[in-house]
């Protein structure tokens, strides 16, 4: 990078769109740090279900965040997930702690214990973090915005590959749905709903590859342009 000071980029998008893979392989080529917030909170659902905690109890579950430490793993991305001084990131990956996951995001008392932590981590820069509120609400003075987007059916049908069901399957059509219902959440809880910053940098995915969406998203950190004027 030439810039003058090491950067903040915020990458947020729907489920699926990308956004953690792409942001961590555009951290690997700034030579950047790389954060998904999502490991936060599928951290504190899964310690909630351990302690047989309802997701939905707000007050509760936030009393959990202060057990959840994020560490950065040998290429510097903070992905691994340590709760109450165990390592658990495999444990936090699991379909029962998918499903639980959007209770818990939706509660405003959980998303601010949490946001002072997901602050911390960006100090100093030259991070790139991955999640559907960091440009709007995390870190709304980030030096670049982007949002990956995508449709609903592109990213059922990624999702879908990624898990080895055919087109059409069950499975697909289960996948399509889940999507569709955690979009509905995500955009319409009334705490830091899923939406694009207004001078967020929109990349639309559906016709380009991995590669090509990492390009399209360095380009706009890279260009001297203000977040808003990159690839639509």
Known sequence: MTDRHPLVIAIDGPASSGKSSVGAA??????YRFLDTGLLYRAVTWLALQRAIDPADGPAVAALVAEVD????????LTRVFVDGREVATEIQ???VERRVPEVARQPVVRAALL?????YAEGGGIVLAGRDIGTVVLPAADR????????EARAARRARERGHAPGSPAAERILADLR???ATDTGRA????????DASIVVTDSLD???TVEAVLAIVHAAAPAGEGSR
Do not use: N
């Open 210 to 212: 991995f590669e090509q």
């Open 116 to 120: 002072p932590r997901q602050r911390a």
């Open 70 to 77: 994020l560490v950065p793993d040998d290429r510097g991305r």
């Open 191 to 198: 705490a830091a709903p899923a939406r694009p910053a207004p």
């Open 145 to 152: 915005k982007i949002w990956l987007d995508a449709s609903t």
């Open 181 to 183: 219902r955690r979009d």
């Open 26 to 31: 555009v951290a690997a080529r700034l030579g």
């Open 94 to 96: 699991t379909a029962a």
